[in-house]
């Protein structure tokens, strides 16, 4: 018998985390956090066999630690770039959460913890458990990204982790080819929302950013520093025009060029990373914010890091554009942007005068692609999550004929 009880992340985004018991075996898979809120997944039974991270992102690794300061002694599987990513998002939430006056959710004791049970796994070469054979297998989102296969006995469920269908300037499209899965634990991020055309939203990009900074003006992308920060890398670097990096996506990159495998061209973006100014002292940034130029810097969202000292250094001018490329969730500088037109953010309040630009380069599957998936896989039963409309998706996909199921954070399910 297999049982799954949602954790976190279960019609919500954010604090992803499930625990899987496969006969006498208690699998972990993801233990995050909601970094708007803070708030952090239901606790496991302290008696886990192993735990198994889907990829780095801090929405499904960032409690990770937490695991090790309530008693969890064993190990923790992923690629292993997935491993190093996480280990350099989640000290920097650990400062974080100083730096806003916390009390952390965990020591960096916990977080040493973490590094030393971490253990590597590579795609499509199984992990036999005792009865339970684990597998992963690439999911197309960022560098490292898994989704997670349990089968156990006769029976086999597959957790999508954050999936991406389509083949992006940094990423290979996901693995699609699965047969015989009882149960599809399926991402629904976009589930009712298509994106548009990367290279057409590509090309759009680069005549925008190339008008800015022929113009006399700057061209500020705040991004992810996982997956975002060398995508617009790779699809600006062909413009020739000079480009700043600053923030966490320096180090990121340094990381995801030292496993070649995880990103699809790795040459490409090598040169792009090569030929990028990197700042890292406030006098570059000075300098940087005086010349025409691409400035590319954390955090995706604006709540943090070197983006705030450039919008405080340019929101006056008109000749510049701010391009906001990813999820603005609620509550966040860069959502408050969107939705007022006004940028609020540590005693500033402010209407900027320069562009402001959304461009929607998600890295997950968007709806055509994700219920095409759902269709060629034909799972005997699909539990969606990682959205807070699971119950509007699971009706659709009842009137489509799957049987699914709406499961929330508490609630568990037999296999």
């Not at 956090?33 to 606790?43: D, K, R, T, Y």
């Not at 929302?193 to 990009?205: S, T």
Request: charged share 25%; aromatic share 8%; glycine share 10%.
């Amino acid at each position: 018998m297999l049982r799954i009880t949602a954790l976190g992340g279960f019609k919500e985004v954010g604090r992803q985390a499930m625990l899987v018991e496969a006969g006498r075996n208690r699998f972990v898979f993801d233990y995050g956090l909601n970094v708007q809120n803070m708030s952090v997944p239901l606790q496991p039974p302290p008696d886990l066999d192993s735990v198994f991270l889907s990829h780095s992102h801090l929405d499904h690794s960032g409690c990770l630690p937490l695991l090790y300061k309530n008693g969890y002694q064993k190990d923790v599987y992923s690629t292993g770039v997935s491993h190093e990513l996480s280990e350099l998002l989640i000290l920097d939430s650990r400062k974080v959460q100083e730096l806003k006056g916390m009390e952390p959710l965990y020591s960096y004791q916990d977080a040493e913890l973490l590094q030393r049970h971490s253990k590597a796994m590579e795609f499509r070469k199984p992990l036999d458990m005792s009865g339970s054979r684990i597998t992963l297998f690439d999911a197309g989102h960022i560098p490292g990204s898994s989704s997670i296969m349990l089968e156990d006995g006769e029976k086999r469920i597959l957790y999508s982790g954050d999936i991406g269908l389509k083949d992006s300037f940094l990423m290979r499209k996901a693995d699609t080819s699965y047969k015989d899965i009882d149960v599809l634990l399926c991402e629904s991020t976009y589930w009712n929302r298509e994106h548009p055309d990367r290279h057409e939203l590509a090309e759009q990009l680069r005549s925008h950013v190339e008008g800015v900074v022929n113009g006399g003006g700057i061209a500020l992308l705040p991004c992810f520093a996982v997956g975002r920060v060398q995508e617009m890398l790779c699809i600006l670097h062909e413009l020739g025009l000079p480009i700043y990096m600053d923030g966490m996506g320096i180090k990121s990159t340094k990381i995801m060029l030292g496993h070649r495998d995880s990103v699809r061209d790795y040459h490409l973006l090598k040169k792009a990373f090569s030929s990028a100014r990197k700042i890292g002292k406030s006098s570059q940034r000075m300098r940087a914010a005086s010349r025409p130029c691409i400035i590319i810097a954390s955090a995706g969202m604006m709540q943090g890091g070197p983006i705030r000292f450039y919008m405080k250094r340019l929101w006056k001018r008109d000749d510049c554009s701010l391009i906001l490329n990813g999820f603005q969730m609620e509550g966040t500088p860069g959502r408050t942007l969107l939705d007022t037109g006004r940028y609020t953010d540590e005693g500033i309040d402010v209407r900027p005068r320069l562009q402001v630009r959304f461009m929607d380069f998600s890295a997950h599957a968007g709806r055509t692609e994700l219920l095409e998936w759902i269709k060629k896989i034909s799972p005997g039963k699909i539990i969606p999550l990682h959205s807070d409309t699971i119950d509007s998706f699971v009706k659709e996909l009842k009137e489509k004929g799957f049987d699914a199921a709406s499961v929330g954070n508490g609630e568990n399910m037999e296999v």
